[in-house]
Every structure is written in structure tokens, then in C-alpha cells.
């Protein structure tokens, strides 16, 4: 019989290792798929994991493709500090770049520098509305907010695909199911000439720089540790959850809706029916991945933006499926997982001993 027994005090070296342990063992995986796929592994890792980062170019995509996942990740790992599951980053984003794109489309003749910001701050009410939906659910009903959050998702997904098809569809666009274009002024401004880099990642730089700040710094970031770790003691203390609970989802919300518009205003330029390859959901293994720490978080968002970043490279030139991205993914998150129990606990064989006198 195997069981798993908790080790009781947790190392706290072994809790940071193990995301290093579990890219390393992602590492390992990767050789032996790509050997039984017919590739040079080591060719095959150099092209997915290195070539990347050898170009300007590709330095400033890698950056790209982080931005979403760090603001989302940020919003994720605040809530989940206080154990509030926050599974429908991906609804909240959509629908951040739906708030955000329909103000865009609405003034698509303007020229007015206050475009841009009404068009952010769009975004962010609208990932905040939609995080408030299960945070209201949770708070008056005690619904499950990785059921209803997630589900939402769903809802937010088909509304964007509704609306490209039909009443903000580009007139002009020789019946494609796509929006206008946004117009200048509603664009983010590049940060690196000749590249797709944009503000939002300056912003979020400033959302791990705030993320520090509320965990830290902030009375409600020590609530929302004591709630996570102690949840008798919080009760105890006064703290109260609903608040937590309605802090979290809306500021999840909030940042994995600014992280959509960021998206269509820094990137696409206009409303497509796809508009992320899963960023909300990535981002739930990037903010573990971090260790639900803000520079963690940074740090995890550049490794799984360089998977998908790997992966596109990697399907061009050695030709292998872009299915490999979500393999990677999915594997470490199996290691991390899987470190993470047994950070926790340890491994014993045999039926339990039975207490003495019994």
C-alpha cells in the first residue's frame, strides 16, 4: 500500500527549489520527446529555448507575450493568497478587450490623446464587472467561484465571437468576421521602435511593483496571507472574508481585463473571435510557478512566454507541431505539481502503524 504522509514543518529552501526542480525535469522530458519524435534533441532544445533570445527581435516578443501573462498572473496570485480561486481569467480578459475595443470602435474617427486611457480604464472596469459576478455569487449564495468564474469564461468567449459576426463586424472588411480598426489614438505607443513592444509592459512592470507593495507593505496584503494560511485566526482576528473575497476577484478582474485591452490596443489592433491562445489560463501556472510572489510571477511569466515564443520558432524551423507548446506546458505543471506534494509529504509503503493499545 503507498500512502502520503505530511512531513509537518515544510522546508522552505525545498518550497522555492521545487519550480526549478520541475523546469529541470520539464528539461529532461523534453529530450525524450523529442528523441522518439525522430528530432536532434539537443538541436531541437537550442531551437525551442535558446534562439530565441539571440535576436532583438526576438527578446522584444518574448516580452510581447509575457505582458498578459504577468498582469494576469499578478491579479491571480494576490486572490490565491487567500485561497479565493479565481479560474476565469480568460473571460475577464475577453472581456476587457470587449469594453476596451467597443469604446475604440465607437470613436474610431477620433484623434483625441484621452482615447487611449478611457479605452484602459474600459478594460479594466470590464474584467472588474465580470470578476464581481462570482465574487457576488460567492459572497450571497456561497457559490464556487472556480465553477462560476470558469463558466463565465465561456459566456465572454462567445459574446466576442457573437459580436465579430455580427453588429461589430468592419463594414468594410469584405464580410471577415473582424472589427475596424482601432484608430491611432487608441493604440498603445510602441517602446521599441522597429518592434510590436508596447505599454503594457511598462505596466506590468508597475503591476509586480504594486503586487510587492499590497503583499508587503499593505494592511489588506497581511489579511489576505493571515485568511490563506490561518483562516481560524482571521476569524478570530475580525478580518473580514467577503471583503477579501470582493478585493480579489475585482482585482483579478481588473488586471487580467487590462491585460485584454492591452492585448487588442497594443498587439491585434482590432476585435478578433480569438484574441488570446489562453493567456488567462496559463497564467494559473505562472502565478504557482512564482511561488505567488510578484517577482516570481515576473519571472514565471518570462519562461512560459518563452514557450510560446519557443514554439512558434520551433515549428518553422525543424517543423514540429504546435501542439508541442501545450505539451511543455501541461508537463510542467505536472512536475510542479508533483514537487509541490512532495514538498509537502513524503512516500511510505505499508498499512499505517496501529496506535498502541489498540
Request: proline residues 5%.
Amino acid at each position: 500500500m503507498v500512502r502520503l504522509e505530511s512531513r509537518g514543518d515544510v522546508s522552505r529552501a525545498w518550497s522555492l527549489l521545487s519550480p526549478v526542480v520541475a523546469i529541470v525535469l520539464t528539461l529532461i522530458s523534453g529530450v525524450v520527446i523529442f528523441s522518439a519524435m525522430g528530432k536532434d534533441p539537443g538541436l531541437a532544445l537550442y531551437t525551442y529555448f535558446v534562439q530565441p533570445l539571440t535576436t532583438a527581435f526576438g527578446v522584444t516578443e518574448l516580452l510581447v507575450k509575457a505582458t498578459p501573462l504577468v498582469l494576469i498572473g499578478i491579479g491571480l496570485s494576490i486572490g490565491f493568497r487567500a485561497n479565493v480561486w479565481n479560474i476565469g481569467a480568460e473571460g475577464q480578459f475577453t472581456i476587457g478587450a470587449i469594453v476596451g475595443g467597443g469604446i475604440a470602435i465607437a470613436f474610431h474617427d477620433s484623434d483625441n490623446f484621452l482615447l487611449l486611457p478611457v479605452v484602459m480604464i474600459g478594460g479594466i472596469l470590464g474584467g472588474m464587472a465580470w470578476g464581481a459576478v462570482p465574487a457576488f455569487l460567492k459572497t450571497r449564495f456561497n457559490a464556487n467561484e472556480i465553477l462560476t468564474s470558469l463558466m463565465l469564461t465561456y459566456v465572454a468567449v462567445l459574446l466576442l465571437s457573437y459580436l465579430v459576426h455580427g453588429p461589430w463586424r468592419d463594414p468594410d472588411g469584405y464580410n471577415f468576421p473582424e472589427s475596424r480598426l482601432f484608430p491611432a489614438a487608441a493604440m498603445m505607443p510602441v517602446l521599441w521602435e522597429d518592434s510590436r513592444l508596447h505599454l503594457g509592459a511598462a505596466l506590468a512592470v508597475l503591476a509586480v511593483v504594486g503586487g510587492w507593495v499590497i503583499l508587503s507593505r499593505a494592511v489588506i496584503g497581511f489579511q489576505l496571507r493571515v485568511v490563506g494560511q490561518a483562516p481560524a485566526a482571521a476569524k478570530h482576528a475580525g478580518f473580514s472574508q467577503n471583503k477579501l473575497i470582493w478585493f480579489s476577484l475585482l482585482l483579478g478582474g481588473g488586471l487580467a481585463g487590462l491585460a485584454g485591452v492591452a492585448e487588442v490596443a497594443g498587439t491585434i489592433g482590432q476585435l478578433l473571435p480569438s484574441i488570446s491562445p489562453g493567456y488567462g489560463f496559463t497564467a494559473i501556472i505562472v502565478a504557482f510557478l512564482g511561488r505567488l510572489h510578484p517577482v516570481g510571477v515576473l519571472l514565471a511569466g518570462l519562461i512560459m512566454a518563452l514557450s510560446y515564443i519557443g514554439g512558434e520558432v520551433a515549428q518553422i524551423e525543424i517543423g514540429l507541431p504546435a501542439a508541442v507548446t501545450g505539451l511543455f506546458q501541461g508537463i510542467l505543471l505536472f512536475f510542479l505539481l508533483g514537487c509541490d506534494v512532495l514538498t509537502h509529504y513524503r512516500i511510505r509503503f505499508g498499512a499505517p502503524g496501529r496506535a498502541r493499545g489498540s
